[in-house]
């Protein structure tokens, strides 16, 4: 049988960024980047929906932006969430992500 890597939901901060519009979303990029990159050296598959959606959606779509990345997180093994920056607890996002995987039952992934 293959052996197959998990995909993992990687949860940053994307509105939380304090900083202008244009150095958030750079920002935002730059920390899901490197979260995915840790994922990946651990052997799984990272989804991050900053990066799937950034330059997608316009910030007026945040909310269909969010349901898109919740239903993405449902496809999902693990869910890992990077809350090391202090905009990550300002995240409303971030915490729509913990709940909805706490009641999908995914389990969170510590590296």
Do not use: W
Request: proline share 4%.
């Amino acid at each position: 049988m293959k052996e197959t890597m998990r995909l993992v939901y990687v949860a940053s901060p994307y509105a939380a960024f304090k900083s202008g519009k244009v150095n958030a979303d750079f920002m935002a990029c730059m920390v899901a980047k490197e979260e995915c990159r840790k994922v990946k050296e651990a052997g799984y598959i990272p989804l991050s929906p900053v990066l799937a959606f950034s330059g997608v959606f316009s910030e007026e779509q945040r909310d269909e932006v969010l349901k898109a990345g919740l239903e993405l997180l449902s496809h999902c093994s693990y869910v890992y969430f990077y809350d090391l920056h202090p905009d990550a607890f300002n995240s409303e996002g971030m915490q729509k992500e913990r709940e909805y995987a706490r009641e999908l039952g995914i389990s969170e992934l510590e590296i």
